[in-house]
Nanobody, 128 residues
């Protein structure tokens, strides 16, 4: 069972950057599509970005608008989310997720139901 641990959250002023990291507990992770989701208070968890197993295919939510970049380092069993030009509306708990259902494929699922491994989340707070 893959275990995921997020790090890198914190507080930042609008316009600033943050880099989130997600460490996976097993090598089998390198074949899984990985994603970041976020959930703000009172709102549903929403898709932010995803990457396939070899890192060659990425997807982003429209609200990212070129500000975020997802990457993975399979040698270190990590997936990262570089977030630039942060806005107050980016404030949320950010979750790392892995999809064993689509392991080994080039498909990057975009919905929470397609991911079966989740981290506990890391808080990102952006002040205006």
């Amino acid at each position: 069972q893959v275990q995921l641990v997020e790090s890198g959250g914190g507080s930042v002023e609008a316009g600033g950057p943050l880099r989130l990291s997600c460490a996976a507990s097993e090598r089998s992770f390198i074949t899984y599509p990985m994603a970041w989701f976020r959930q703000a208070p009172g709102r549903e968890r929403e898709f932010v970005s995803s990457v396939n197993g070899n890192g060659g295919i990425t997807n982003y939510a429209d609200f990212v608008a070129g500000r975020f970049a997802i990457s993975r380092d399979n040698a270190k069993n990590t997936v990262n989310l570089q977030m630039n030009n942060l806005r107050p509306e980016d404030t949320a708990v950010y979750y790392c997720a892995a999809s064993s259902r689509y392991r080994g494929s080039n498909y990057n699922p975009l919905t929470t139901n397609d991911y079966d491994h989740w981290g506990r989340g890391t808080q990102v707070t952006v002040s205006s």
